[in-house]
């Protein structure tokens, strides 16, 4: 049978289901888009290697459903309690302390959730949308043509052949995916070896993050409580060489050498690691019909709480392009995704090695740059330019506002662009386009959908009369425009060939 009659078993493969892969399978899931998603793994990862979650994917987590679930299974970050040589200490906060949200930031501290805890919920938003994880399943080679990808996948009951029109790997740090494409990972090897424990102990109390031995290279310990657990993640490098005992009676010892005390005693190690710190960014996104996401794309060190959250994102930048794709859309609009993410990962790579730096001997106050709430594309091929005097601008994040709805309830703009639409804001004097597929339009006025009663959305998008604002399904703004302007004829993946 020629290859372009084959049928297909589903539209994407996704090989890999950590935090990327589950992400990119629930937005293709809400957009009735068919995928089987694998994992060689034969059960879920059970360890806590990212914690973190920004502020900017806290609002992604909130477009899933799931923000609110994930703060329950977690928690704030504690203090840093550093201790010095003769026992006493001095604590200081991950953030400001006067922080708190706003009318266009809803989230104004970063969220501690172990990565187990973090994975299960999108397990779980995923069986909500009635798909799931096929685990104990792997890819080992693929062929890609012009109509789709011919992938071989191994399980329990044996090799199969699996028909998709696109692959994309989410399968981490040492990705098939990427090595069988031959795309090259530079970067560099940091010189810094660690291990990363999730432990039960006792002798430490669970209101602060414990750090001794700071400013040194070779011994400092971090031990931080994870928040919505009973269990203590261990942090610290370890020689270069050799292997490592990571029984609980070792890490006891290995705690008393660096914190000078006996009371600490650990009793149980749920998940261990020994890793290298590395930074390194694949030379392409794509190939083809076959894509590279999360951590198959970018590796960095932990400081800063960068990757789960970047990885997140990848996926919520690529999944309403693909199913625009499949949908009708042009081709050319995949292009965009390594054009936007790469950089962003670029920079994200040289932002947590800098803060590995600093981490030896700083404070470890991690400000604004972090949260990821200022990450835009303005310099997109997708993102059509406006009035450069607007408080935002094409390209920019969109951000939230408190006001009313026509009938009296309290509501804000988050919640009106939740789903996989896009959203096109004016005010109720202009004149709105014709309804569309995949298009929500809402107009702000006293005779429109809300009432912009406290004036936030004005201070947030400085909206003027006749002035359109198009908000991508991602939450990011692709166009400002006037009423007798471009319209939405530039955008090509609005409308028809909406995802």
Same mark, same amino acid.
């Given at each position: 049978?020629?290859?372009?009659?084959?049928?297909?078993?589903?539209?994407?493969?996704?090989?890999?289901?950590?935090?990327?892969?589950?992400?990119?399978?629930?937005?293709?899931?809400?957009?009735?888009?068919?995928?089987?998603?694998?994992?060689?793994?034969?059960?879920?990862?059970?360890?806590?290697?990212?914690k973190?979650?920004?502020?900017?994917?806290?609002?992604?987590?909130?477009?899933?459903?799931?923000?609110?679930?994930?703060?329950?299974?977690?928690?704030?970050?504690?203090?840093?309690?550093?201790?010095?040589?003769?026992?006493?200490?001095?604590?200081?906060?991950?953030?400001?302390a006067t922080?708190?949200?706003?009318?266009?930031?809803?989230?104004?501290?970063?969220?501690?959730?172990?990565?187990f805890?973090?994975?299960?919920?999108?397990?779980?938003?995923?069986?909500?949308?009635?798909?799931?994880?096929?685990?104990?399943?792997?890819?080992v080679?693929?062929?890609?043509?012009?109509?789709?990808?011919?992938?071989?996948?191994?399980?329990?009951?044996?090799?199969?052949?699996?028909?998709?029109?696109?692959?994309?790997?989410?399968?981490?740090?040492?990705?098939?995916?990427?090595?069988?494409?031959?795309?090259?990972?530079?970067?560099?090897?940091?010189?810094?070896?660690?291990?990363?424990?999730?432990?039960?102990?006792?002798?430490?109390?669970?209101?602060?993050?414990?750090?001794?031995?700071?400013?040194?290279?070779?011994?400092?310990?971090?031990?931080?409580?994870?928040?919505?657990?009973?269990?203590?993640?261990?942090?610290?490098?370890?020689?270069?060489?050799?292997?490592l005992?990571?029984s609980?009676?070792?890490?006891?010892?290995?705690?008393?050498?660096r914190?000078?005390?006996?009371?600490?005693?650990?009793?149980?190690?749920?998940?261990?690691?020994?890793?290298?710190?590395?930074? @390194? *960014?694949?030379?392409? &996104?794509?190939?083809?019909?076959?894509? !590279?996401? %999360?951590?198959? =794309?970018?590796?960095? +060190?932990?400081?800063?709480?960068?990757?789960?959250?970047?990885?997140?994102?990848?996926?919520?930048?690529?999944?309403?392009?693909?199913?625009?794709?499949?949908?009708?859309?042009?081709?050319?609009?995949l292009?965009?995704?390594?054009?936007?993410?790469?950089?962003?990962?670029a920079?994200?790579?040289?932002?947590?090695?800098?803060?590995?730096?600093?981490?030896?001997?700083?404070?470890m106050?991690?400000?604004?740059?972090?949260?990821?709430l200022?990450?835009?594309?303005?310099?997109?091929?997708l993102?059509?330019?406006?009035?450069?005097?607007?408080?935002?601008?094409?390209?920019?994040?969109?951000?939230?506002?408190?006001?009313?709805?026509?009938?009296?309830?309290?509501? @804000? *703009?988050?919640?009106? &662009?939740?789903?996989?639409?896009?959203t !096109?804001? %004016?005010?109720? =004097?202009?004149?709105? +386009?014709?309804?569309?597929?995949?298009?929500?339009?809402?107009?702000?006025?006293?005779?429109?959908?809300?009432?912009?009663?406290?004036?936030?959305?004005?201070?947030?998008?400085?909206?003027?009369?006749?002035?359109?604002?198009?908000v991508?399904?991602?939450?990011y703004?692709a166009?400002?425009?006037?009423?007798?302007?471009?319209?939405?004829?530039?955008?090509?993946?609005?409308?028809r060939?909406?995802?």
């Open positions: 049978m020629p290859i372009d009659t084959v049928p297909f078993d589903t539209d994407v493969l996704i090989s890999g289901a950590g935090a990327a892969g589950l992400a990119l399978a629930i937005d293709l899931a809400r957009r009735g888009i068919a995928f089987m998603l694998i994992e060689q793994k034969t059960q879920a990862f059970g360890g806590s290697r990212g973190g979650i920004q502020l900017r994917t806290l609002e992604v987590f909130e477009d899933f459903g799931i923000a609110d679930r994930l703060a329950a299974g977690g928690g704030a970050y504690p203090p840093i309690r550093s201790y010095r040589a003769d026992g006493s200490f001095e604590e200081t906060l991950m953030t400001e922080a708190i949200p706003d009318a266009a930031e809803p989230y104004a501290r970063p969220l501690m959730v172990a990565q805890r973090t994975e299960a919920v999108l397990r779980e938003r995923l069986a909500e949308l009635e798909h799931a994880v096929q685990f104990g399943v792997s890819l080679g693929f062929d890609e043509d012009d109509e789709g990808v011919s992938a071989r996948i191994e399980g329990a009951g044996g090799d199969r052949r699996i028909r998709a029109r696109y692959l994309v790997g989410t399968d981490g740090g040492r990705s098939f995916v990427r090595q069988a494409l031959g795309i090259a990972f530079p970067g560099e090897t940091l010189g810094v070896r660690a291990l990363v424990a999730d432990v039960r102990m006792d002798g430490l109390e669970r209101r602060a993050w414990h750090r001794f031995q700071r400013g040194a290279a070779a011994t400092q310990l971090m031990i931080c409580p994870l928040m919505g657990t009973d269990i203590f993640q261990i942090q610290g490098p370890v020689p270069r060489e050799g292997d005992d990571l609980p009676q070792t890490l006891t010892a290995l705690v008393r050498e914190s000078g005390r006996n009371d600490i005693v650990v009793h149980a190690v749920s998940w261990s690691s020994v890793y290298v710190m590395n930074a @390194r *960014l694949a030379d392409r &996104y794509r190939v083809g019909r076959v894509f !590279l996401a %999360g951590d198959a =794309a970018h590796i960095h +060190p932990p400081t800063g709480g960068q990757g789960l959250n970047t990885s997140v994102q990848d996926a919520y930048n690529l999944g309403w392009k693909l199913a625009a794709v499949l949908k009708g859309a042009p081709d050319l609009l292009d965009t995704y390594e054009e936007e993410r790469r950089p962003i990962a920079n994200m790579l040289g932002l947590s090695t800098r803060l590995l730096g600093e981490a030896l001997d700083g404070p106050r991690r400000n604004r740059e972090v949260r990821q200022d990450l835009h594309y303005r310099s997109s091929s993102s059509r330019p406006g009035s450069a005097d607007a408080p935002v601008l094409a390209g920019d994040r969109a951000p939230d506002a408190p006001c009313r709805g026509q009938a009296g309830q309290p509501t @804000r *703009l988050f919640t009106l &662009y939740q789903g996989p639409h896009w !096109l804001l %004016g005010p109720d =004097a202009a004149h709105p +386009p014709a309804a569309r597929p995949g298009l929500r339009v809402v107009l702000v006025g006293e005779r429109g959908d809300v009432i912009d009663e406290g004036g936030h959305i004005l201070a947030a998008y400085g909206l003027q009369p006749e002035e359109w604002v198009l991508r399904p991602d939450g703004i166009a400002r425009f006037g009423s007798e302007g471009m319209g939405l004829s530039g955008i090509p993946c609005v409308g060939h909406n995802g």
